[in-house]
């Protein structure tokens, strides 16, 4: 990683806003702070200080995407696929998706009160179990348009390697779309007056949740960096497809939210534990990033958790009252990055 | 999916993809293409050309070609020191001219005759060497120069002394057995030659000044460190060079009795291109006598055919010209890529299918299930050594250690807070035993097995045990030696991990996984080491059976420990005591209530597993990816475990998150407390052992309290 993605401890170094289990999905709801852990939808109060965060609702399943429209709308997609929104007073239910059943929605967002966008991951696993998709080498991911007024489903963009994240530039003409598995992100014109277009490419990890800032850039999180052996894995379909069958998911060699916890996770050389040091440089299957993109979408800066810190998955993040709040799903907490755009 | 690990094994475990590497390591390895490609060009040729290996055209190409490999041979001897030689054509004319006249004009003995030649050469030679040499001209302009002016002093001696020498007649019968007389088949001059490359061989390979030359080659400014005369090597090597010519020019005026304005004339592009093609690098310190007779047969016998099939000269110099080209870009490429590709074929794994194993997590409940117990033990040296593979104390609980820098440290009781260097060995200290009389045995890692006696002398034991007959890499060399015990016989009893690869690789040792391990024993009173077992999955810790007749030693990569009996009615028979654990067993030592401890440098996980039982995978894996990238088993994690001689677990001992001990290699109880080391660790734990008999030691336990 060199130019704009030089390694920091920016992550590190920044500050601690709340201590909580798997945090993600972190959206503005009219300056408040709500995020998800687990099925548990959460709002913290940034005022006080060691505030705990204090529950707004509980669902049965793990909660997988969150958005917050005008107008008090908000919607929430959940692990076994389900997406419910509250819209002025009425709560609405979405188990299907075209003429399928919505299995896995990774990412939600307004385009204004009565148009939804959808992101699918994949046809086939539900979010939690993402990374059997890449196993898999799953391009299976679409994006949609729903209609709250009167219902109707329009598919935007599919044969996407799991979109991950959506954010609607200003002017609600175009939106942009993390593909996870292939490393870039999309631009995609909403009225279909222009190609879908690739924003960025080659990106150095997975791209998860993309979000504004106030003076109109966007910040892109990354929930793992690429790693070789990943990669080279990619390429060995017998030996992903034994793996898949024969060893647990969290022992996989994939990106993973965290490592280092236990000792069935692979290791990889340059990660062996020399003199007691862990070297930062090390290649590890989970890492922390975040990017900024300028205004022409050009990544601008980066901040990083690397190998021999544990702030990693970053999953989603927002901007509330001009300070920017990341969730670290891997690190297990939310934290205020010092972002002077 | 049976079938194909059965093909997969039968592919990667009974073809020897690991020669390959093996063959690339050897000096000589880099022969095979020139020689392949001489062998190609003699074939082509013979079909090519009519009666080229006729009995009668060897013979002439054979005196031509003695002259030839002659001068090779000096200019090689340059090019080793990393200089070049471009004026043996005009030395090479003069030395002939004047063999002949002083035979035919002066009617000097032919003897004298051979001295005045080879002098002749030698003092251009020297000319050449003090510019060089001393003076630090630059080797390519001195050489020309010295090229012109031969060429100027032969064209004018040629000029004086043509036309005598051709009306005067020589009756000599030695001078004409020289010329053109043959032993056998086998032309004089060619013999000669013989006689002159196997000193030459002898002399770069094998003396003193050879290996000077060689070294300067590689590196001058590192010879003149290590104090070599480089002056003077380099000066001598043009005087070889010349003295070469001498000797090559008198068999060319005993050839012909005579010589013409053509003589010499483009011989130092040959002998050039010769060097090069037979693989003598042009930056010096890589090449042999070898790679410039290979080269010279190549270039001659390409020279003389296009001759003899017609081709004009301009044909001749323009593949000489393609072929120094393309040996010269082979050379650099070669040069710059050998170590790559070595690092990339030498690693041949191998199938292995691992059982699976009870559970280490802590909630699991099994005997193996790993704790936190030794993350906050009391910490000796840390940060001040690197490297305690083992640790063991003596008589007076002073704590002794390896380190990596090559130093046994010495802490000392009872606060173990000061510390020396007890001796320094250079290697790696890896497994230590005190023997009965004291002494401190140690096996050092790619040197043997040394022992430090009381006084701090130390002896080399052992570096070497017999040599099998069919491996290509010298394994009689201890390449890891590991860890080791003495038995009740007086013997030592220690372990030499892999033939594949030196002490610190010994974890890629696990990628490949391929069983090269082997047990050796050294007996004091021979002297003599032999091999009892061999073809083992890196056999790691010894330690010897309470009954005085066995000893156990833990097989890592198989994840077991054997039983192995060295006397007794059991004698020779080995039984596998425990199999499978979810760790890979390091040392093993005794412990004060008659049973065992047993190190792991590192757990196993299901990926590496399922890569062992994927070689196809792991080789890819291995030419692919940088090492740095490659998949090893979970070396973060490890632990100690208390077996009984059965084999039965009795507890395990561990450091989840590794805090201070991720990998343990070893641990050494005395006195109530077990310390602990690690190899890839800067720091020796101290724990308090709850009930264990606080007078109890080592050295008692095997030599009893009076020793």
Redesign the interface.
């Known amino acids: 990683m060199d130019g704009y993605l030089r390694p920091n401890n920016l992550l590190d170094e920044a500050a601690i806003v709340t201590e909580v289990h798997q945090p993600d999905n972190a959206i503005n709801v009219n300056g408040e702070l709500w995020f998800s852990s687990g099925s548990h939808l959460l709002k913290l109060n940034l005022f006080s200080k060691n505030a705990k965060p204090e529950l707004l609702s509980q669902f049965d399943e793990e909660i997988s995407s969150i958005a917050a429209g005008p107008a008090d709308c908000l919607a929430i997609g959940l692990d076994n696929g389900k997406i419910f929104v509250q819209r002025s007073g009425n709560h609405i239910e979405f188990p299907y998706i075209g003429d399928q059943e919505l299995k896995c929605p990774t990412a939600l967002g307004f385009i204004d009160e009565n148009r939804l966008l959808v992101c699918q991951g994949s046809e086939h696993v539900k979010p939690s179990k993402m990374n059997l998709d890449l196993m898999r080498a799953g391009s299976s991911g679409s994006v949609w348009i729903l209609d709250l007024t009167n219902g109707s489903q329009n598919c935007i963009s599919s044969g996407l390697g799991f979109p991950y994240g959506i954010v609607v530039l200003h002017k609600a003409r175009k939106i942009l779309v993390s593909e996870c598995w292939r490393h870039r992100i999309l631009g995609i014109s909403l009225d279909g007056s222009a190609p879908v277009e690739t924003v960025l490419s080659d990106l150095q990890g997975y791209p998860a949740r993309l979000f504004p800032t106030s003076r109109g850039k966007t910040m892109l999180c990354l929930f793992a960096a690429r ?3 990943i990669e ?1 894995v990619l390429k ?1 379909d ?2 992903r497809r ?2 898949i069958e ?3 998911q969290k ?3 994939a990106p993973q939210l965290k490592t ?1 916890e ?15 040091i ?1 070297k930062p440089w ?2 590890s299957l989970s890492y922390g990033l975040l990017v900024r993109l300028g205004p022409n979408h050009s990544p601008e800066a980066s901040f990083h958790s690397r190998s021999n810190s544990n702030r990693h998955g970053i999953t989603s993040g927002c901007e509330v009252q001009c300070s920017t709040f990341v969730t670290s799903k891997g690190g297990d907490c939310i934290l205020e990055v010092s972002n002077d755009c | 999916m049976k079938i194909y690990e059965a093909i997969s094994k039968a592919r990667y475990n009974y073809v020897p993809d690991h020669i390959l590497g093996e063959l690339l390591t050897k000096r000589w390895a880099d022969n095979v293409v020139p020689l392949l490609f001489l062998l190609l060009t003699i074939a082509v040729l013979a079909n090519l050309i009519p009666g080229f290996l006729s009995p009668q055209s060897m013979s002439d190409s054979g005196r031509q070609l003695g002259e030839f490999l002659i001068i090779v041979c000096g200019v090689s001897i340059v090019m080793i020191a990393g200089g070049i030689d471009l004026s043996v054509g005009s030395i090479y004319a003069i030395c002939a001219l004047l063999a002949v006249a002083v035979v035919n004009l002066l009617q000097w003995p032919i003897p004298a005759a051979f001295a005045v030649s080879v002098l002749i050469g030698a003092t251009f030679g020297l000319l050449n060497g003090l510019l060089i040499g001393y003076l630090k001209l630059r080797a390519f302009l001195t050489t020309l120069i010295t090229f012109v002016i031969g060429r100027a002093i032969y064209d004018i001696l040629l000029d004086q002394l043509g036309t005598p020498i051709q009306l005067t007649y020589v009756d000599s019968p030695l001078w004409d057995f020289i010329g053109d007389g043959s032993v056998g088949q086998i032309p004089v001059s060619l013999l000669f030659t013989a006689v002159v490359l196997v000193s030459a061989h002898v002399f770069i390979s094998r003396s003193r000044p050879g290996w000077h030359i060689s070294a300067i080659g590689g590196s001058r400014r590192s010879a003149f460190n290590t104090g070599i005369n480089v002056k003077k090597v380099v000066c001598l090597t043009y005087v070889i060079s010349g003295a070469s010519c001498g000797i090559a020019g008198f068999l060319f005026g005993a050839r012909l009795n005579g010589t013409g304005p053509g003589t010499g004339i483009g011989l130092e592009i040959l002998v050039l291109t010769a060097c090069v093609v037979g693989g003598i690098s042009l930056g010096g310190g890589r090449g042999s006598i070898v790679k410039g007779m290979l080269g010279g047969l190549i270039v001659l016998t390409i020279n003389n055919s296009l001759i003899r099939m017609g081709y004009h000269s301009g044909t001749n110099q323009m593949v000489l010209g393609l072929m120094l080209a393309f040996a010269v870009i082979l050379d650099i490429r070669w040069l710059r890529n050998r170590h790559k590709v070595l690092d990339k074929v030498y690693v041949a794994p191998v199938y292995t299918s691992m059982n699976p194993a009870l559970s280490a997590l802590p909630e699991s409940g099994t005997p193996y299930a790993l704790n936190s117990k030794l993350s906050d033990t009391e910490l000796i040296g840390a940060g001040e050594i690197e490297g305690p593979e083992d640790v063991i104390l003596d008589e007076h609980d002073h704590l002794y250690c390896g380190t990596r820098h090559g130093d046994i440290m010495r802490f000392f009781a009872p606060e173990y807070k000061e510390s020396e260097i007890y001796v320094h060995i250079g290697g790696f200290p890896l497994g230590l035993a005190f023997g009965k009389d004291k002494s401190l045995n140690i096996c050092v890692g790619a040197m043997g097995l040394y022992s430090v006696a009381q006084d701090g002398t130390i002896t080399q034991l052992s570096a070497e045990t017999t040599r099998s007959y069919l491996s290509v890499v010298d394994d009689a060399r201890l390449r890891d030696p590991n860890d080791l015990d003495i038995g009740s016989d007086g013997n030592i009893y220690f372990t030499d991990s892999t033939t594949r690869y030196d002490a610190h690789e010994w974890a890629t040792d696990s990628v490949e996984n391929r069983p090269t391990g082997r047990v050796l024993v050294y007996d004091p009173k021979t002297g003599k080491t032999k091999t009892l077992l061999r073809g083992l999955s890196y056999p790691n810790g010894v330690c010897m059976a309470n009954d005085g007749e066995s000893f156990f030693f833990a097989e890592s990569w198989e994840c077991r420990v054997n039983r192995f009996w060295y006397r007794g009615i059991k004698e020779g028979k080995m039984e596998c005591v425990i199999r499978d654990m979810p760790g890979y067993p390091d040392n093993i030592n005794r412990a004060s209530d008659g049973n065992f401890w047993m190190a792991w440098l590192g757990m196993r996980t299901p990926t590496f597993d399922l890569m062992l039982k994927r070689p196809a995978t792991r080789r890819r894996m291995t030419r692919r990816l940088p090492k740095d990238d490659w998949l090893f088993p979970n070396i973060n994690t490890g632990g100690v475990v208390k077996f009984d001689e059965n084999g039965n677990i009795i507890e395990t001992l561990g450091d989840l998150g590794g805090k201070n001990h991720p990998m343990v290699t070893s641990m050494r109880e005395h006195k109530g407390y077990l310390y602990i080391g690690g190899i890839l660790n800067n720091r020796i734990g101290r724990l308090k052992l709850q009930g264990a008999d606080a007078n109890w030691t080592g050295i008692s336990s095997y030599w009893g309290d009076n020793a």
């Open positions: 790693n070789r052996l080279f060995e017998e030996f034994k793996m024969a060893v647990d022992y996989w060699i280092g236990n000792f069935l996770e692979p290791l990889q050389q340059g990660g062996v534990k020399t003199m007691n862990h090390a290649p």
